[in-house]
């Protein structure tokens, strides 16, 4: 009896996308299985310097790569989280930390036992309530230590790294694993007939190059998804209103800090991500407010090191493909979708849908069932993320240009104006599903924005006012020792994975 198991994968696209699902493919599937991968010199990849969030760990634990070596290698940095300067009024600044807040009593989340001392005044802000956000700007980084319950035993942390260094990484690790590397423009695909399946890609050399699974990570072209299959794209510009980056890097200032920085500007946002060689930077901007020359000189301005390279600008629409699985083509990346890096969202999208795919791994029939499903979650995911991003936006104060006056005013999906009315009547957060974000970050966020409950859980009421006090005062005394014993991040990087100056 014929087998009926996909055999032969073709990748389109190389960058972040295409080596991150080819070595998770190379990883998990057995050398039966053909992986191809194709991809041009002559096209240019998106990445200018990336930062991650947590989950990212888990996908290098899969590969089971060595954390330091893969520091070393990208010419990396740690991560605790994103500072936020600007965003709900013109001085205003906050850290979204990875982790938790504080610590839970019972049933009831610490935010809530600081929402009744903050309403008397008599706390600082909830940032010295979590071991990154007092962290980081002190530069102060190490990894989770085993010392029982201690912050310290489970610290959160992502990294920033160099896109292209990381797509090279990869590269190296699929390579030894079987994978065929395949340099040329593809220049047509060809369908099948009787079904509009795609059968293979015709390369500008004449070869044809077939298929069973095809993975589109040909960036925001989507050559298949979109050139061959006609997917369609549903567009977010009206909640999202940026579509022009410009990115610039610059040398490096000082120590890298263990945090990205997202600096709120007249018509956008700036990005600021520290590596070990150079500091990454770009403005994400609205071209409907502001000019590319305009945010060019913008960003030049506002560096806090001599620039390595001419800006470079970037232009996208912010949305989603109406199918991330079509037919025999999954699409990965920036080929699926996109939404500014404003919460480091990127590369989790492109791990998530590697995982899904695995989930969901076809065989030669391609279960529309399956196909269907793998659409709908993914669906859910970006538009919770999509939600969480305009959240920033929308809950300002800023009436000092038009871009922050469309932002205030505009309406906004009825899950996200949910969450912000349950959120300010009594502190209340209620996960939805298996969305990314969870409580502490919406929580983080909702106050660093302004959004202030105009109450709390009752069930803070049981304890009295001395014992309200010493609990949360005892919380953050924690804290503060255990931010004391952290190492510098620097000192850190200095003696576990310095990198080789380029």
């Known amino acids: 009896m014929p087998s009926n198991r996909v055999k032969d994968i073709v990748i389109v696209g190389g960058g972040t996308a295409g080596w991150m699902t080819v070595a998770a493919l190379s990883k998990l599937l057995s050398r039966e299985y053909t992986i191809r991968l ?23 634990q899969v590969l089971q790569l060595d954390e330091d070596d893969f520091v070393k290698k990208t010419q990396g940095t740690f991560k605790l989280g994103i500072e936020f300067v600007n965003w709900a009024r013109l001085g205003d600044s906050y850290i979204h930390g990875f982790g938790g807040i504080g610590q839970d009593l019972g049933l009831i989340p610490f935010h809530h036992y600081w929402l009744k001392m903050a309403q008397s005044g008599k706390v600082s802000d909830i940032g010295a309530f979590s071991l990154n956000t007092a962290a980081a700007p002190r530069g102060k980084f ?43 423009k593809i220049i047509n695909t060809t369908l099948r007939p009787a079904d509009g399946f795609i059968e293979a890609v015709v390369l500008e050399s004449g ?51 263990p945090f990205t920085r997202s600096t709120a ?55 989603r493909r109406k199918k991330f699985w079509n037919k025999n083509c999954v699409a990965i990346g920036l080929s699926s979708g996109f939404m500014e890096p404003l919460e ?77 009315r349950i959120f300010h009547g009594n502190g209340r957060f209620l996960r939805e599903g298996e969305e990314l974000f969870g409580i502490h970050s919406w929580v983080q966020v909702m106050l660093g924005q302004r959004i202030q409950p105009r109450g ?36 850190f990087i200095a003696k576990n994975c310095a990198a080789a100056k380029p």
């Open 38 to 60: 194709i991809e041009s010199d002559e096209i240019s990849t998106i990445g200018v310097g990336e930062a991650t969030i947590p989950q990212i760990k888990l996908f290098n």
């Open 142 to 184: 190490m990894r989770s230590v085993d010392i029982g319950n201690s912050p310290l035993s489970n610290i959160a942390y992502a990294y920033h790294f160099d896109a292209g260094l990381y797509a090279q990484y990869l590269r190296h690790y699929a390579e030894a694993r079987g994978v065929l590397r395949t340099e040329g």
């Open 207 to 257: 070869e044809k190059v077939g298929g069973d699974l095809f993975i589109d990570c040909s960036g925001f072209r989507g050559l298949l998804i979109e050139g061959a299959l006609h997917t369609g794209y549903e567009d977010w510009t009206h909640w999202l209103p940026c579509d022009r980056a410009v990115a610039v890097p610059c040398a490096p200032a000082g120590a890298p800090t």
């Open 265 to 319: 500007r007249s018509a956008g946002w700036q990005w600021r991500i520290p590596l070990q060689h150079r500091t990454g930077n770009g403005y994400v901007f609205s071209s409907k407010y502001l000019s590319e020359d305009e945010a060019t000189a913008t960003l030049l301005h506002n560096l806090d090191g001599e620039p390595l390279a001419a800006p470079r600008m970037l232009r996208f629409t912010t949305g």
């Open 344 to 420: 480091s969202t990127s590369i989790h999208l492109i791990q998530s849908s590697i995982a899904r795919l695995i989930s969901f791994f076809p065989d030669k029939n391609f279960s529309q069932t399956d196909i269907d499903k793998y659409n709908q979650q993914a669906d859910f995911e970006f538009e919770r993320i999509r939600d969480f991003l305009i959240l920033h936006y929308h809950a300002t104060e800023r009436d000092d240009a038009p871009f922050w006056d469309y932002c205030r005013a505009m309406e906004v999906p009825p899950e996200l104006e949910e969450k912000t």
């Open 456 to 491: 709390y859980h009752p069930m803070v009421d049981l304890l009295s006012d001395a014992e309200l006090e010493e609990f949360v005062g005892s919380v953050k005394t924690v804290l503060e020792k255990c931010v004391e014993a952290m190492p510098m991040h620097a000192e």
